[in-house]
């Protein structure tokens, strides 16, 4: 398996207050991706990151922000967690182009 | 935007069929394509990439192709098993893009 590690795995918070959930790669991968996934939707990508310091939004990117100062950790910011921002967010790593895409075992979010 | 669509949503089988799953996309343009698994709340498994330059991809009973013209790619499962039960997944890579754009997804269900 790749080594990607996310963190929390579960998480219960308060509308109105800030979460940021954490992704951790041991490979060395050069792109990092958040996802979202959520019943009739599917995968959505939120934002994802070319390089250390290098980001770029996706199509749901609203009402979340990123950061990437290492190679190893991107980290997903929900700046104020709002009711629809309960989801299951997976983190994503890839080398290039033409490499496959791992993901991360997931964190379950639930904003009350 | 590039569209993303498996059918069927849902299929039922028993066990021991050879089975097709579905993967259309809108832009032909298209880099790389992946196949997925996803079993309930777990992340996604890497199953098979195929370049856009590549017609077939084999991986034990799993075969994919594609036909980048068609916008079209199937998933072949051979002889299957209940241990294949899970959500199959598709996922494009464009050109220009480091971002991948997912289907919906089919649920299988092999029943033994």
């Known amino acids: 398996d790749a080594g990607i590690t996310q963190s929390p795995r579960h998480k219960v918070t308060e509308t109105g207050t800030p979460v940021t959930l954490r992704c951790h790669q041991t490979?060395?991968?050069?792109?990092m991706y958040w996802y979202r996934q959520d019943p009739g939707h599917g995968l959505r990508l939120i934002h994802y990151?070319?390089?250390?310091?290098?980001?770029d939004k996706g199509e749901v990117s609203d009402g979340y922000s990123v950061s990437r100062s290492k190679t190893e950790d991107f980290l997903l910011t929900l700046e104020s967690a709002t009711s629809s921002q309960t989801s299951v967010y997976f983190c994503?790593?890839?080398?290039?182009?033409?490499?496959?895409?791992?993901f991360g075992q997931g964190t379950r979010l639930t904003v009350v | 935007k590039q569209e993303v669509t498996q059918i069927p949503a849902a299929l039922s089988v028993p066990e021991g069929e050879n089975l097709v799953l579905n993967c259309s996309f809108t832009?032909?343009?298209?880099?790389?394509l992946q196949w997925f698994r996803q079993d309930p709340g777990k992340g996604l498994t890497s199953l098979l990439l195929?370049?856009?330059?590549?017609r077939e991809q084999t991986s034990g009973r799993l075969n994919a192709s594609l036909d980048k013209s068609s916008g079209r790619s199937t998933l072949y499962i051979a002889a299957s098993q209940p241990g294949d039960s899970a959500t199959y997944l598709c996922?494009?890579?464009?050109?220009?893009?480091?971002?991948?754009?997912f289907g919906s997804g089919t649920k299988l269900n092999v029943k033994p």
């Open positions: 990151s070319y390089g250390v310091k290098d980001t």
């Open positions: 994503a790593i890839k080398d290039g182009a033409g490499t496959e895409a791992f």
């Open positions: 996922a494009v890579l464009l050109y220009n893009f480091n971002k991948f754009y």
């Open positions: 832009d032909s343009a298209i880099y790389n």
């Open positions: 490979e060395n991968h050069r792109y």
């Open positions: 195929i370049q856009s330059s590549q």
